[in-house]
């Protein structure tokens, strides 16, 4: 499989956000504007995290997912709230190709389990959010509780091998946001204890860092802010490697 960049939309409210360490949430727009600019630009593909679902117990919104399959000329993904067989059926139902778990599977595998059963390992992705401790320690963190939770970094990582993600996303707390590359030595780490693709997110600032990430064994690199702001002062711009800048990267 060809390596892969991913950007990632922060959904709140159905509208787009971008965060710096999970904090301080800054409006960039309508995703259905963002979607339609990354299928022009023909991004590999799009990921979606609803950032309040879990957080306040909601429902998806299939209509709105259906939106964003209309206009999405490239494969994207879905996360957030998803709680029950019955939701993830009607989100791939709605045009959604893959599904990302998190929240459910730090409380127990059964859900996704039964996802992985039901659907295949290729269609579900568990994103796993990584915090260093004060002794600089990597600890699994939840962006649900917004705390570092007891599980250690490898059982964790074991955990997931162990149940057959098709796709695991690798989520820096610490470099969200921030611009500053991604921490290779997480995703070194982390590609000790799975062997499925991997998907490294947090901290791009610019091309040299997709092309770093993927080189330490990531199968993907993906950003959020990195396709969203231009400048030191952080205009809001939509943005995509060029055919020639990805051939770079891959190369």
């Given at each position: 499989?060809?390596?892969?960049?991913?950007?990632?939309?922060?959904?709140?409210?159905?509208?787009?956000?971008?965060?710096?360490?999970?904090?301080?949430?800054?409006?960039?727009?309508?995703?259905?504007?963002?979607?339609?600019?990354?299928?022009?630009?023909?991004?590999?593909?799009?990921?979606?995290?609803?950032?309040?679902?879990?957080?306040?117990?909601k429902e998806?919104?299939?209509?709105?997912?259906?939106?964003?399959?209309?206009?999405?000329?490239?494969?994207?993904?879905?996360?957030?709230?998803?709680?029950?067989?019955?939701?993830?059926?009607?989100?791939?139902?709605?045009?959604?190709?893959?599904?990302?778990?998190?929240?459910?599977?730090?409380?127990?595998?059964?859900?996704?389990?039964?996802?992985?059963?039901?659907?295949?390992?290729?269609?579900?992705?568990?994103?796993?959010?990584?915090?260093?401790?004060?002794?600089?320690?990597?600890?699994?963190?939840s962006h649900?509780?917004?705390?570092?939770?007891?599980?250690?970094?490898?059982?964790?990582?074991?955990?997931?091998?162990?149940?057959?993600?098709?796709?695991?996303?690798?989520?820096?707390?610490?470099?969200?946001?921030?611009?500053?590359?991604?921490?290779?030595?997480?995703?070194?780490?982390?590609?000790?204890?799975?062997?499925?693709?991997?998907?490294?997110l947090g901290?791009?600032?610019?091309?040299?860092?997709?092309?770093?990430?993927?080189?330490?064994?990531?199968?993907?690199?993906?950003?959020?802010?990195?396709?969203?702001?231009?400048?030191?002062?952080?205009?809001?711009?939509?943005?995509?490697?060029?055919?020639?800048?990805?051939?770079?990267?891959?190369?």
């Amino acid at each position: 499989m060809n390596k892969r960049i991913i950007p990632v939309l922060l959904l709140k409210d159905n509208v787009l956000y971008k965060t710096e360490k999970f904090k301080k949430p800054k409006y960039i727009g309508d995703p259905i504007n963002a979607v339609k600019i990354f299928s022009e630009k023909e991004s590999d593909e799009i990921t979606f995290l609803d950032i309040d679902a879990s957080k306040k117990n909601k429902e998806p919104n299939y209509n709105f997912i259906k939106d964003i399959s209309s206009e999405a000329f490239m494969p994207f993904s879905y996360g957030g709230g998803i709680k029950n067989l019955f939701q993830a059926e009607k989100i791939l139902n709605s045009g959604c190709e893959k599904l990302i778990i998190n929240n459910s599977f730090l409380k127990d595998s059964d859900l996704a389990r039964t996802l992985i059963k039901e659907f295949g390992s290729s269609t579900i992705v568990c994103c796993v959010d990584i915090k260093k401790n004060f002794f600089g320690t990597y600890k699994i963190f939840s962006h649900v509780k917004k705390r570092i939770i007891s599980e250690s970094f490898d059982e964790y990582l074991v955990r997931c091998a162990d149940i057959g993600f098709g796709e695991v996303i690798i989520q820096s707390v610490d470099n969200d946001g921030m611009r500053n590359g991604y921490d290779l030595n997480l995703v070194e780490r982390a590609r000790k204890y799975l062997s499925c693709q991997l998907v490294s997110l947090g901290g791009a600032g610019q091309i040299s860092d997709l092309k770093k990430i993927i080189k330490v064994g990531a199968d993907a690199a993906a950003a959020g802010s990195f396709f969203s702001f231009h400048g030191k002062y952080k205009a809001v711009l939509i943005s995509y490697p060029t055919y020639n800048e990805i051939k770079q990267i891959s190369s």
